[in-house]
């Protein structure tokens, strides 16, 4: 979805690019079990996640997410701006 | 003679009808052959009609795609669904992180109850404050959304003269200035709200329920966008529409030498694209009186035509009473999931 924001790209492309990124299969990006692990690993925030101190999710998420992808988020560069950490 | 097997489906309006092989495969073909008429673009091929008849005759209540062809979700005030919906009175920032994290969205987007940009200019800074709040709990990306609603701007409650009080009176020259000074204001406001909602780090900024009063709307949108992107490159943009086709409310207004009164969605996307907006939300309107056989035959010949020619994503619109679902309150799940299938695998659209 953040890559058909920011870059417009199509599904496929998309999904390619993600999968290029994170050093994973098509498939594997598609997979809930595979994704939930490398979510956790990698501190991209999971959809449900056990309150755990480090368990990552809201801002500091995307920031690890932007940093993966190589894009910059609208709401972290305003964070970091405000944050006077930019 | 033996009865001919029939099978379970819906009307437009959601009613249960029964009909047979032969009957089905006939209301594909109409749907098809009405599209491309409408739209002058190819029917779908005989190859994509079996798939849909597949597709609609299939066993099971719900059904879907193949998890690698799974795609993405947008939407419309989906942050003010469950408490405008279903009475469930929870803050948009709560709304989201329900979204995200029980509902599996892929986006949402905050949006005031009265979701249109002439109302939300006087609370903008409220409205960012609460997108600022839902920014810092949420991972997924989250959109600012209204709809341009160019009718708002029209008397008692607006600045402008009324076009439809004028139209019917004769004045037409009247009705179109009304409508060409509507858009000054609308475009203004819309920018000026997509400000307050970049400054918090929106992620997108949705204008939804395009053309929704004709092509006057329509240009809205797209003048909007351009404004936006010029000034916030950073956010993107996703124009949704309002119907299949654009409404000639004014009827001599163009984009970029396009006349807007009569186009499609083919033709609708490559002016949104021009605007500089990221997502194409496109609608063919289910017609209630006919079968989903034929209104979701019909809504993949407008959507095929529309993806093909895309050079940015495509999310159908998939609510009540658009892209081949039902006009009802409540959706079959059944007829949902057989209209998302088809989308997918015949359209190859980008998101719902």
Redesign the interface.
Known sequence: MRMQISQKMRIKEAKQYVADKLGLTLEEICDVVTMSEVREDRGFGLGNFEPYAESNVGMEAKFKIAEALGIKINSVERFKERAGIK | MTDSKKYFTRMGDGSIVYMTEEEIRADILAGVKDAADRGKIPPLTQDEMDHIYSIVTMPGGVVGVE??R?????NDSGSDKISTKCGIPVERSVNAMIH??VL?A??VDIGLEDYNYKTVKGVAKREAAVLKNA????????FYGAMPNLGFYTKPDGPVDNWAVLLPEGKIKEALAAQEEAVEHAVKDIVYVAEQM???????FQLDTSGAAGDADFLVSLLATEIIKEKFP???V?IGMAGEFVLGMHGRLKYRDVKLAGLYPHQQVKLVEQAGA??FGAVVNTNCNMTFPWNIARVCTFLKACSEV????VHANVGMGVCGIPMCENLPSEIVSRADRCLIEICN???L
């Open positions: 998890p690698s799974a795609i993405v979700t947008s995200e994290r599996g892929d986006s920014l810092n709990k949420t991972t997924m990306p989250l970049y400054d918090v780090g929106a992620d997108g950073d956010m993107g996703e990221s997502i895309a050079t940015i994503p659209l980008d998101g």
